[in-house]
Nanobody, 123 residues
Framework: QVQLVESGGGLVQAGGSLRLSCAASGRTFSVYNMGWFRQAPGKEREFVAA????????YYADSVKGRFTISRDNAKNTVYLQMNSLKPEDTAVYYC????????????????WGQGTQVTVSS
């Protein structure tokens, strides 16, 4: 079992930045591939970014490419999402997720999910 706890969400003006953190506990964090997803009101959960177990490969949704950066610190059992140049359309609950054999870009294979952290971007 892996427990995931997100933090770092909040209210920010358009153009601002936030850094989300996802702290993992339980089984060895470094073996898991990690993803960030988000869900806005009335919309389906969508992929944001992913990182493989070692941090050597990262993937992004087109909507956040060039603005968001995913990273991880396996010594601290934590994955991060640095969000810059935020837009009102980035407003959503952001979730981190973990899995061994994830399908990048989809929730498939992500066996463990956090409870989410709210990000609100005002115009």
């Amino acid at each position: 079992q892996v427990q995931l706890v997100e933090s770092g969400g909040g209210l920010v003006q358009a153009g601002g930045s936030l850094r989300l953190s996802c702290a993992a506990s339980g089984r060895t964090f470094s073996v898991y591939n990690m993803g960030w997803f988000r869900q806005a009101p009335g919309k389906e959960r969508e992929f944001v970014a992913a990182i493989n177990w070692s941090g050597s490969n990262t993937y992004y949704a087109d909507s956040v490419k060039g603005r968001f950066t995913i990273s991880r610190d396996n010594a601290k059992n934590t994955v991060y999402l640095q969000m810059n140049s935020l837009k009102p359309e980035d407003t959503a609950v952001y979730y981190c997720a973990a899995g061994f054999q994830i399908v990048v870009g989809t929730p498939r294979g992500h066996n463990y999910w956090g409870q989410g952290t709210q990000v609100t971007v005002s115009s």
